[in-house]
């Protein structure tokens, strides 16, 4: 039986329908703050709707951290930024157990101090710049939204994300995040500069007496609705099938794997990137006003699903091949099964 593309019950498509108007809203109070980044704060709103976390490369000076505050304040979210920096320990971010004395007993009683991590949008600014072992300190949080601490373990306030920054310039006294923990990352998203136009808007807003203040649009308890209505988006079996094939063939160990891969590709994604392409492209369908997913929204997203969990070899490196020019080979030669919602 073909697949139609309004398979959405009523009531889900006017949930879908007011999930666009969230995020219509979310994305024009970011505007009046952050001038020009469109495609990055989309990316961030797919990444929150697919219940995802993102790490941010850029520069200095490209409104990175604003631009998370302004994402917290536009959905009335609790916000806290860590700067990681060498002497950052576990016990900063996770809050630790202290001694208090009961001034009604007088006794005197452990009792556990939040961390930072308590919160619904964290940045981790420069994470690159903190040892592994208080890296390592995200990873449960990230994955499980809670913090175990002395034996006790804590959950999180949900909806909550890790969105996490990495500067490419001055990599001199930095560690470099592990494959396994930048796996945990739904999206490696690439902040660029801004165009000339754009650069002069920025000039004339920071610079004069012009002030603009972000309104809350949404709610903590309306987005965990919304991150429910994008799992109901329906997903066409050729889309799928592009998917599998998609990520299977980055991996230079599969048996049907082209031969210039094995040359280019040290190691590819594993199960984790077809889940979260499949969860970015169905949030990026219902953006778009679409009750389906279609090719283009995966074929979009794989760039920032993938290029993380993509090692290129030294063969690819020294002949200056990037992991988006490898992902974009992959695509293009991966054969369409079917003609189907295109």
């Given at each position: 039986?073909?697949e139609t593309p309004d398979s959405l019950p009523l009531d889900?498509?006017?949930?879908?329908?007011?999930?666009?108007?969230?995020?219509?809203?979310?994305?024009h109070q970011v505007s009046q703050i952050v001038v020009g980044?469109?495609?990055?704060?989309?990316?961030?709103?797919?990444?929150?709707?697919?219940?995802?976390?993102?790490?941010?490369?850029?520069?200095?000076?490209?409104?990175?951290?604003?631009?998370?505050?302004?994402?917290?304040?536009?959905?009335?979210?609790?916000?806290?930024?860590?700067?990681?920096?060498?002497?950052?320990?576990?016990?900063?971010?996770?809050?630790?157990?202290?001694?208090?004395?009961?001034?009604?007993?007088?006794?005197?009683?452990?009792?556990?101090?939040?961390?930072?991590?308590?919160?619904?949008?964290?940045?981790?600014?420069?994470?690159?710049?903190?040892?592994?072992?208080?890296?390592?300190?995200?990873?449960?949080?990230?994955?499980?939204?809670?913090?175990?601490?002395?034996?006790?373990?804590?959950?999180?306030?949900?909806?909550?994300?890790?969105?996490?920054?990495?500067?490419?310039?001055?990599?001199?006294?930095?560690?470099?995040?592990?494959?396994?923990?930048?796996?945990?990352?739904?999206f490696n998203v690439i902040v660029d500069y801004p165009n000339?136009?754009?650069?002069?808007?920025?000039?004339?807003?920071?610079?004069?007496?012009?002030?603009?203040?972000?309104?809350?649009?949404?709610?903590?308890?309306?987005?965990?609705?919304?991150?429910?209505?994008?799992?109901?988006?329906?997903?066409?079996?050729?889309?799928?099938?592009?998917?599998?094939?998609?990520?299977?063939?980055?991996?230079?160990?599969?048996?049907?794997?082209?031969?210039?891969?094995?040359?280019?590709?040290?190691?590819?994604?594993?199960?984790?990137?077809?889940?979260?392409?499949?969860?970015?492209?169905?949030?990026?369908?219902?953006?778009?006003?679409?009750?389906?997913?279609?090719?283009?929204?995966?074929?979009?997203?794989?760039?920032?699903?993938?290029?993380?969990?993509?090692?290129?070899?030294?063969?690819?490196?020294?002949?200056?091949?990037?992991?988006?020019?490898?992902?974009?080979?992959?695509?293009?030669?991966?054969?369409?099964?079917?003609?189907?919602?295109?």
């Amino acid at each position: 039986m073909p697949e139609t593309p309004d398979s959405l019950p009523l009531d889900d498509r006017e949930r879908a329908a007011r999930l666009v108007q969230v995020c219509d809203n979310i994305r024009h109070q970011v505007s009046q703050i952050v001038v020009g980044q469109e495609e990055v704060v989309e990316q961030l709103v797919i990444a929150i709707l697919a219940r995802g976390h993102c790490l941010l490369e850029g520069v200095p000076g490209l409104a990175k951290t604003l631009m998370v505050r302004s994402l917290a304040e536009s959905m009335n979210l609790s916000f806290h930024r860590i700067q990681f920096t060498p002497d950052l320990m576990p016990a900063d971010i996770t809050g630790t157990d202290i001694i208090q004395e009961n001034r009604d007993t007088g006794h005197r009683d452990l009792v556990f101090e939040k961390g930072p991590i308590f919160t619904q949008m964290l940045l981790a600014d420069e994470i690159n710049r903190t040892p592994p072992k208080t890296q390592a300190a995200l990873l449960e949080a990230m994955q499980e939204h809670e913090v175990t601490v002395g034996g006790t373990t804590y959950r999180l306030q949900e909806p909550f994300f890790v969105l996490a920054t990495q500067n490419p310039i001055e990599q001199e006294g930095t560690y470099p995040l592990p494959e396994a923990q930048r796996d945990r990352f739904l999206f490696n998203v690439i902040v660029d500069y801004p165009n000339r136009d754009q650069e002069g808007e920025i000039i004339d807003r920071t610079t004069s007496t012009a002030s603009a203040k972000i309104e809350s649009v949404v709610s903590g308890e309306e987005i965990v609705a919304c991150q429910q209505t994008v799992r109901l988006v329906p997903l066409p079996s050729h889309v799928k099938d592009f998917v599998l094939d998609l990520v299977r063939s980055a991996r230079p160990k599969d048996p049907a794997t082209a031969s210039w891969v094995r040359d280019m590709i040290d190691w590819g994604p594993g199960p984790r990137a077809c889940q979260q392409l499949v969860l970015a492209a169905k949030a990026r369908a219902l953006l778009k006003g679409r009750h389906h997913v279609t090719l283009d929204d995966v074929q979009t997203l794989a760039f920032p699903v993938l290029r993380h969990r993509i090692v290129p070899t030294f063969n690819a490196e020294a002949e200056g091949v990037s992991v988006d020019e490898l992902i974009q080979r992959l695509i293009k030669e991966i054969p369409v099964r079917s003609k189907q919602l295109l």
